[in-house]
């Protein structure tokens, strides 16, 4: 059924009373929780604003934001501001939580992006505005908690601008008084109106005379603003050019256009927390920023045919599974049937709570009930010709690995249906079982990131954990060839075993494997047994003399003797071992640990920092070159341990303001000697032996 609003005229890509949609990101800590609490009250859907630091906020109430301080998972809140309707999308600024972000912003009309008025954090956004620029998410940046900036704001632009490929344009300028406190911020000029305000804790800013002496600062970042926007709009330049002085009007559409086409990044100002700055955020979103219409149409979305784009995956304990959507076009009601799957009912989220509604429509942001079927990413349509949205960025690759154990045996049948969850609310998340060691590995994007996987296993599914760290996955190989001859012979009552080997065994290259032959010539050890002889000799590789499963050698059977009578499969079997476990510590054993081809990336500022940081890691840098795409990116290719591995993220991020990264595979097995090879081989042996004691 189509809704009177989507048979309205869409102006600026809106649909007259759709609610518009803006995601809140940033850096951790910049103060978006606080931003979103702000903005509730400022539009009166709370009456009393939480704070991060008593855990009340709408946004952080789940007991793992609560016990952690700070926000863990995208959450959504809607408000009315002047009779617009809104959903703001409260994310996560922790880089270990960056899918969470990703996701949320591929259904966000505009970005907030919260900042602090730092110039030695700006690097930390590159990462956030090269996101949005990839996928042309409109983005509006605000630089927070002014109360307590001690740069210029010009200073600090400069810093910002070095991150961002679209030019910022600053859109007002603070007045600052002296005061007991020293300079402070207390209210700022409005660069279009030209109106000056002074910040009224709680409330909407008193508006003040201009004051004279901020006038040259005033009119210095005035004519900057309408030069970036001449930039763009071959009128305004014009204007300029001849002295004229643009209306305000055209300077405002300007500002609208050029926001919704996603060529400039306006800049306001502001402290969250005192609510500074809020309203006027408020202002500039309600004019400048485009309808779901417009971001429909550049994702090519069709708006009708109720298509709604899930963007988030929750399996509540009692609600079972909810998908928070986006709706595009049309209405969505409890009943609908979307993709074949029919809304066992439609929510309306407040932070982590939902309230039921009977549909909803166009712009919208929903939970959406027991859609079992449906993804993150997915496109629904009443239609059912929706499907995986194609644009929706990839899983980001797991950078930290835990081995993991339900701390009750008796959970190891519930854990994997637990975790099967848990991936699907976040694919950045893994679950793998290690071949070689036999470990169940839980991987992620970092410590915290793993951590609040833990703390919902725990709190959600009572699935309490241990974890360690993973073992790596050692061999060992041989040096140099022997030959050797061994001779099983049992008597015991009836017929005896008998077989008798002579074999050869000798090193192989690296990677080569496995390699048996059969040189045996007058059949001294007949050609049924053959294949005996074989499968011994593989199982004394599972694991040779330093305790590791054996690679790269050839065994080759020459000679050997058979009874008619007591010979027999086994007895072939058992006498191979035998010969290779006697000829095996003879050849020179050497321990092999797994080499990966490693792929760090990070600002050129911390090249010098991450050439350290991998030597030091006995990591062998191989090149290094400038990050594609990435202006002012450095990726340094190098060869590293995988047992220097562990933790290299968490060493590397303290190193890059957190926004260093990494990619990295396997790539070879390299010999390992001396005190670290024995080290390996020691702990080996004793749990070993641990394990036979057992
Ligand atoms: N001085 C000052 N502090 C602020 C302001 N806004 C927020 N803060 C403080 O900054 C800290 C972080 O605030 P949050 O709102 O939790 O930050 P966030 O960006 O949501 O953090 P994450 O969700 O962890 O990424 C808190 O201690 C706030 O009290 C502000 O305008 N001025
Ligand atoms: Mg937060």
Redesign the pocket.
């Known amino acids: 059924m189509a809704n009177a609003a989507t048979n309205g005229n869409p102006q600026n890509g809106r649909v007259p009373g759709a609610p518009r949609c803006a995601a809140?990101v940033?850096?951790?800590?910049?103060?978006?929780?606080?931003?979103?609490?702000?903005l509730l009250f400022a539009t009166g859907a709370i009456s009393r604003k939480g704070?991060?630091?008593e855990g009340n906020?709408v946004?952080?109430s789940s007991a793992e934001?609560r016990a952690?301080?700070?926000?863990?998972e995208v959450t959504a809140a809607q408000t009315e501001f002047l009779g617009d309707k809104w959903c703001f999308l409260?994310?996560?600024?922790?880089v270990e939580?960056a899918q969470e972000t990703r996701n949320a912003l591929m259904v966000a009309d505009v970005a907030i992006v919260?900042a602090?008025p730092l110039v030695d954090k700006a690097l930390m956004l590159a990462p956030v505005f090269k996101f949005l620029d990839d996928h042309q998410i409109p983005h509006i940046l605000f630089i927070?908690?002014?109360?307590?900036a001690s740069h210029r704001v010009r200073e600090m632009l400069d810093a910002l601008q070095a991150v961002s490929a679209r030019p910022l344009v600053l859109r007002q300028v603070p007045i600052r008084e002296s005061g007991k406190d020293g300079d402070a911020v207390t209210g700022y000029i409005d660069l279009v109106s030209e109106r000056a305000y002074k910040y009224h804790p709680g409330q909407e800013s008193d508006l003040i005379k201009l004051p004279e002496e901020a006038l040259p600062r005033e009119q210095e970042a005035r004519n900057k603003l309408l030069e970036s926007l001449a930039d763009f709009d071959d009128h305004l330049m014009e204007e300029i050019l001849s002295d004229a002085i643009p209306p305000k009007e055209e300077i405002y559409q300007q500002l609208a256009k050029d926001l919704a086409a996603d060529l400039i990044v306006p800049v306001l100002l502001?402290?969250?927390?005192?609510d500074?700055g809020v309203r006027r955020l408020l202002k500039a979103l309600r004019h400048e920023v485009p309808g779901p219409e417009a971001l429909a149409q550049r994702r090519g979305i069709s708006s009708y045919d109720a298509s709604t784009l899930v963007f988030k995956t929750y399996h509540q304990p009692h609600a079972g599974k909810l998908s928070l959507a986006r709706i595009f076009g049309g209405r969505v009601a409890e009943g609908a049937v979307l993709n074949g799957v029919r809304v066992a009912g439609v929510l309306k989220p407040k932070g982590n709570a939902f309230e039921k509604v009977p549909f909803a429509e166009t712009g919208e942001v929903v939970a959406l009930a027991r859609l079992e079927e449906v993804k993150t990413g997915d496109l629904l349509t009443a239609s059912g010709k929706g499907g995986a949205d194609f644009a929706w960025p990839q899983p980001l690759e797991p950078l930290f690995a835990l081995a993991v154990d339900a701390e009750n045996r008796a959970d190891e049948v519930k854990l994997t249906a637990a975790l099967a969850k848990l991936i699907e609310e976040d694919p950045s998340l893994s679950f793998t079982h290690d071949p070689d060691t036999h470990e169940l590995l839980l991987s992620g994007q970092g410590e915290i990131h793993l951590a609040i996987a833990f703390d919902r296993l725990k709190n959600r599914f009572g699935l309490p954990m241990k974890h360690r760290r993973p073992q790596i996955a050692y061999k060992e190989t041989i040096r140099h060839g022997v030959k050797q001859h061994a001779r099983f012979k049992r008597q015991s009552g009836g017929h005896g075993q008998f077989a008798d080997v002579h074999i050869e065994v000798w090193p192989l290259e690296r990677g080569a494997g496995f390699e048996f032959h059969d040189r045996v010539v007058g059949g001294s050890v007949p050609r049924q047994f053959i294949g005996s002889v074989e499968e011994g000799a593989r199982e004394a590789l599972v694991r040779g003399p330093l305790g590791f499963p054996v690679v790269d050698v050839a065994v080759a059977l020459f000679d050997g003797q058979f009874h008619t009578v007591d010979s027999s499969d086994m007895a072939f079997k058992t006498v191979a071992r035998q010969a290779m476990q006697e000829a095996l510590p003879l050849c020179g054993p050497v321990l092999l640990e797994p080499i990966f081809a490693v792929e760090v990336s990070a600002p050129t500022d911390f090249t010098a920092r991450v050439h350290n940081l991998v030597t030091g890691r006995r990591g062998q840098i191989l090149n290094f070159q400038a990050k594609e795409d990435w202006v002012g990116w450095e990726v340094v290719e190098a060869l590293v341990p995988q047992s220097e591995l562990h933790d290299m993220i968490i060493e590397l991020r303290s190193l890059t303001l957190g926004i260093g990264n990494f990619a990295c595979h396997f790539d070879h097995l390299q010999e390992l000697s001396g005190r670290l090879a024995d080290k390996v081989v020691e702990q080996r042996q004793s749990v070993v032996g641990q394990r036979g004691a057992a």
Not at 26 to 38: D, N, Q
Not at 270 to 274: L, N, P, R
């Open positions: 809140i940033g850096p951790y800590l910049s103060g978006k929780t606080a931003l979103l609490e702000s704070s991060a630091k906020t946004s952080d934001a952690r301080k700070m926000s863990v409260d994310c996560p600024g922790s939580l919260v602090e927070n908690k002014m109360d307590v502001g402290e969250a927390e005192k500074g």
